[in-house]
Each structure stands twice: as structure tokens, then as C-alpha cells.
């Protein structure tokens, strides 16, 4: 089981960018399929990226084209780039790690940091 730690999160303008980190702990981080979700006050957590062990993405219809997932295996550390921020994506944002490599089979989950966004 990989332990995680967000950082990277605050306050910005609309129209501004983040870059959340995920910093991992424990083996073969690289075999971990990463994720990142979000939860907003009164709403379920929702997936907002993910990457597999092989590199693959995917995104949610709301982010494509603004967020950017991607990993780096030797930093053991999976990031999160937000281009283009707007208010509807104010939420606690949580980062995942699956050790079998693919999306969906969670085994760890970040204590999640919190983006707000001004309008």
C-alpha cells in the first residue's frame, strides 16, 4: 500500500493555474495506476483524471483540454496541471494510488488539499 500526500492547492482567480503534487511513499510506486478526484461542499468525490502504470490518461469531459495529468516514476510524485480555472472547480482534490496498475481498484487515497477558485 502506497502512502500519499497532496500538496500545491489555494486560492486563485478564475482564469488562473495550479499544479497539485502527489508525493508517494512505500514500493514500486511505478506499478500504481495514480488518480486524481475531487469533492465539492454537498457533492460525491467525482474522478477528475487518470493515468495508468503504462502512461495511459484519461479525463473528465469537464477538464479535458485545461487539466493535465502526468507522473514522474524516479520522483515517486504524480501532478495535476490546471490551466484555465473556474469557480465549478472549487473542491477538496484527492490524489489515489491502485497497485494493480489500472484505474478504479484504489488501495490508498491522499488527505486531499483544498483549490478555490475566485471569481
Known amino acids: 500500500q502506497v502512502q500519499l500526500v497532496e500538496s500545491g492547492g489555494g486560492l486563485v482567480q478564475a482564469g488562473g493555474s495550479l499544479r497539485l503534487s502527489c508525493a508517494a511513499s512505500?514500493?514500486?510506486?511505478?506499478?500504481?495506476?495514480m488518480g486524481w478526484y475531487r469533492q465539492a461542499p454537498g457533492k460525491q468525490r467525482e474522478l477528475v483524471a487518470t493515468i495508468t502504470s503504462g502512461g495511459t490518461t484519461n479525463y473528465a469531459t469537464s477538464v479535458k483540454g485545461r487539466f493535465t495529468i502526468s507522473r514522474d516514476n524516479a520522483k515517486a510524485t504524480v501532478y495535476l496541471q490546471m490551466d484555465s480555472l473556474k469557480p465549478e472547480d472549487t473542491a477538496v482534490y484527492y490524489c489515489?494510488?491502485?497497485?494493480?496498475?489500472?484505474?478504479?481498484?484504489?488501495?490508498?487515497w491522499g488527505q486531499g488539499t483544498q483549490v478555490t477558485v475566485s471569481s
Open positions: 489515489s494510488a491502485g497497485k494493480r496498475g489500472i484505474v478504479g481498484a484504489w488501495d490508498s
Open positions: 512505500g514500493s514500486f510506486f511505478s506499478r500504481n495506476a
